[in-house]
């Protein structure tokens, strides 16, 4: 039998508030660092936000900013942006180890690893998000012009389209560590998995619809995505899926 944590181990509740509020300071401290080292770069950093955008566009196409202030509080929201992203490992270690009190000792052990891969997918996501998914989104979102109907996207709009995006494919990569954790946990099986495969198709293209802008080609480059991984998940669900006593005596 699995050790379980003792009372001395159990901490009141008010002491589990302290604890996040502890982590929580620490998360946004360091995305406050982030935030300033970001700063520092946030024209070249817009410009390689935009360079999709820029390679699907006409020649000569240009975007534009309708307010005074919308160039400046754009620079400040690419550099959040790029600060949220550096930050990632810390804010996901940070969550892991407010998780990690309430697990056996085993399952710390894998933490660091968890740690670790969190961070990849999370990128992972967002540059699949970035060379893949934005060059098509772009070209079929310019293809509606024409001789009289000319884009002029503004940068507000640019910036709030991309990183919402690029934020959802870094969540949506995620899946599979999840679902490996959560069955290694023994909260889920691959029997389990497999069963609901056909709700978590229908899941994810609801997700993608609710996460992505009103388009087919949009949705379903992020729901696509997501089946995969979810295969991947069932994968890694056999290969940790926690074992029952009688199999782990024998």
């Not at 202030?69 to 929201?77: N, T, V």
């Not at 000319?150 to 990183?163: T, V």
Request: aromatic content about 16%; proline content about 6%.
């Amino acid at each position: 039998m699995p050790k379980t944590l003792s009372e001395e181990d159990k901490l009141p509740f008010t002491a589990h508030l302290e604890e996040l509020r502890k982590r929580l300071i620490v998360c946004f401290i360091a995305v406050g660092v982030g935030f300033a080292l970001a700063y520092a770069f946030k024209e070249k950093l817009f410009q390689i936000l935009t360079r999709p955008l820029i390679l699907a566009m006409q020649e000569g196409d240009k975007l534009v900013f309708t307010g005074l202030p919308e160039a400046f509080f754009s620079y400040l929201k690419v550099a959040f942006l790029a600060g949220l992203m550096l930050a990632v490992p810390v804010i996901l270690y940070e969550f892991w180890m407010f998780v990690a009190p309430g697990l056996y000792r085993k399952e710390k052990r894998i933490l660091l690893p968890i740690v670790f891969l969190s961070s990849f997918f999370f990128v992972g996501g967002a540059l699949f998000g970035y060379f893949v998914v934005f060059p098509f989104g772009f070209k079929f979102f310019l293809s509606f012009a024409t001789d009289t109907i000319r884009p002029l996207p503004s940068m507000r709009e640019y910036l709030s389209f991309a990183s919402k995006l690029l934020l959802a494919f870094g969540l949506v990569f995620e899946l599979p560590l999840l679902l490996t954790f959560l069955s290694k946990l023994g909260l889920v099986s691959v029997a389990f998995l497999k069963k609901n495969r056909k709700y978590a198709i229908l899941l994810f293209f609801v997700m993608a619809a609710i996460l992505t802008p009103p388009d087919v080609v949009t949705q379903t480059m992020m729901a696509l995505p997501m089946i995969v991984l979810y295969e991947i998940s069932i994968l890694g669900a056999r290969l940790f899926e926690r074992k029952a006593p009688d199999e782990e005596e024998s």
